[in-house]
């Protein structure tokens, strides 16, 4: 059974472009999250797909969106990149809408670097 | 606002030993509170979720305590081994059923 895997793992972009990062849920979940994980902190909520609707977005801007499609998998995109846009991005899912209820199954992440 | 706070950033405890790492919420009442487990440079891992109406919860050497009145929640590693050393999330939901809102994490060091 395989879990949550994101790609690519790890990826430098310079300031203004623009990235698209992929997560395929763990089998049997059709909600997904994203995170930020900038160094030394927790993770930060940027929103969560069900149904490939956004169903509850965190505080960040709109340079970032994202989608999911019918077989559940997702794409978080950041257009715009800055430098404080580096950090970790972790893409979690779980078995059903319903928020934070659900236990959480992380992926690896993706180790965005914007020079 | 609400805020989590982790008791400290890195722990250090001599392998054999009980380590307590301290999960302090403040402006709010949680109905639920997740740990997680995150390695260097992985995604975090599910451990334990105690609700407000559970004193304790326990999995193996891992024990969770809950007290609504003092906003904290303990987390308590028996007979820590090396293998142990990680960095320990605690997460609350902001409110209701929504999204998880993680603390900064303490970095555990467990020392043969």
């Known amino acids: 059974d395989a879990g949550v895997t994101q790609s690519p793992t790890h990826l430098i972009k310079t300031r203004g472009q623009q990235v698209t990062l992929r997560c395929s849920p763990k089998?049997?979940?059709?909600?997904v999250s994203w995170y930020q994980q900038a160094l030394g902190q927790g993770p930060q909520f940027i929103f969560q797909?069900?149904?490939?609707?956004?169903?509850q977005r965190g505080n960040f801007p709109d340079r970032f969106s994202g989608h999911q499609f019918p077989n559940y998998s997702s794409e978080l995109n950041v257009n715009a990149l800055l430098l404080g846009d580096s950090a970790l991005y972790l893409c979690?899912?779980?078995?059903?809408?319903?928020?934070?209820?659900?236990?959480?199954?992380f992926g690896p992440g993706t180790r965005l670097t914007v020079l | 606002s609400q805020k989590i706070e982790q008791n400290s950033e890195a722990l250090n405890i001599q392998e054999g030993k009980t380590a307590t790492l301290t999960c302090n919420y403040t402006n709010y009442s949680p109905a639920y509170l997740q740990w997680y487990r995150q390695d260097p440079g992985r995604g975090p891992v599910f451990l334990l979720l105690?609700?407000?109406?559970?004193k304790e919860k326990r999995k193996e050497r891992l024990k969770v305590t809950f007290d609504t009145t003092l906003k904290q929640s303990l987390f308590h590693i028996t007979a820590s081994q090396p293998a142990d050393s990680a960095t320990y999330l605690c997460a609350p939901p902001e409110s209701g059923n929504t999204p998880l809102v993680f603390g900064k994490g303490t970095r555990l060091s467990v020392i043969a």
């Open positions: 105690i609700r407000e109406n559970e």
């Open positions: 797909y069900y149904e490939e609707e956004e169903r």
């Open positions: 089998s049997g979940h059709d909600t």
């Open positions: 979690a899912s779980s078995p059903r809408a319903g928020g934070g209820a659900d236990t959480q199954y």
